[in-house]
Structure formats: structure tokens, C-alpha cells
């Protein structure tokens, strides 16, 4: 059975005040409406402090989870946890996307076109070393140079599906 729900909810992370702010929209809302109905702020500092490591594990797991939902459960599925853990770890949080592809950082596809071999392959060589190591590797001139390519025509590509609306 299909529900349709003629509300939707937004959840923005407010970092600096630590702490998750949600609003229900009215989708149904006419023009000049203000389409919020109800606001709440949940507060960090408002867990009891017992439950601060499982909050924080908690949140690692969704992530790993919502971020590869594009990948089926099944082979690639913990390669494609992996590729969001090596993101959460060199600090980025938003990730880019390739359509029908699991996600793949414009440097790792850099490096894989320089060094002549698959994305896949350059993951696997990658995961060889630490932290450091990894990040100098993507941090080389050349691989910079060419993720940049790679990420202005990311941003630059667009299909237009007004015809099919």
C-alpha cells in the first residue's frame, strides 16, 4: 500500500550548536504559506553522558549504512563502507556521487586514470597504507591537478528531463 504523506521532514545538523534541529514541512502549503508546521532542537549536551559512545557508534553505523545504500547488501557492499569510512577519515564529510556507481572521490578516480588501472584497483592499493600515507598519495600535484578536472566536470555535466515531466 502507498502512503502519501503531505508532510516531510528536514533535519539540519547545527554543528556549532551541537545539536540536530528537525522541521515538519507541509508539502500541501499554498503560496505565501509558511510551510513549517512544528520545529525542535535536539541538544548533544542533552544525552545523558553513559550513552555519549553509543551515540557516536551509533551515528558511524547509519552513516556506513546510508551512504552505501546504493550498493546491494552482497559483495562491494562492505568495499563501498569502506570507501565512506577513508572519506569520514581524511575529514570530508559531504560525498560526491556517480550515478549507477558506488562513490568514488574525484582524487581515487584521478589516480586511477594516471596509474592506467580501475578505480576498484587504486581502492585496494590504497587500503595498503595508513592515513598518512594515503592522503600524501592523493595529495600529489598530479592527482590534485586531475580530481579538479574531474570534479569541475562533475559539476558542469546536467541533463535536462524537463521533457519526461
Known amino acids: 500500500m502507498i502512503r502519501n504523506n503531505p ?10 550548536g551541537m545539536s540536530v534541529d528537525f522541521k515538519v514541512i507541509n508539502k500541501l502549503a499554498k503560496e505565501g504559506e509558511n510551510p513549517v508546521t512544528e520545529t525542535e532542537s535536539f541538544k548533544v549536551a542533552d544525552v545523558h553522558a553513559n550513552l555519549h559512545k553509543n ?4 551515528g558511524v553505523s547509519k552513516l556506513l549504512q546510508d551512504r552505501s545504500s546504493d550498493v546491494p547488501t552482497g559483495p562491494g557492499k562492505l568495499a563501498a563502507m569502506r570507501e565512506v569510512m577513508e572519506l569520514l577519515q581524511t575529514g570530508e564529510w559531504e ?4 550515478v549507477g556507481a558506488p562513490v568514488v572521490r574525484p582524487e581515487v578516480e584521478a589516480l586511477a ?3 592506467g588501472c580501475s578505480v576498484a ?5 590504497l587500503r ?5 600515507a594515503r592522503e ?9 591537478a586531475r580530481a579538479a578536472e574531474i570534479r569541475a566536470k562533475r559539476e558542469a555535466t546536467t541533463v535536462d528531463l524537463s521533457d519526461l515531466g
Request: hydrophobic residues 40%; without cysteine; aromatic residues 8%.
Open 7 to 16: 508532510f516531510g521532514l528536514k533535519a539540519d545538523l547545527n554543528v556549532e
Open 55 to 58: 551515540v557516536v557508534l551509533y
Open 95 to 98: 560525498r560526491e556521487r556517480k
Open 113 to 115: 586514470e594516471i596509474k
Open 121 to 125: 584497483d587504486i581502492q585496494n592499493a
Open 128 to 132: 595498503k597504507y595508513d592515513k598518512v
Open 136 to 144: 600524501k598519495i592523493l595529495e600529489n600535484e598530479k592527482v590534485v
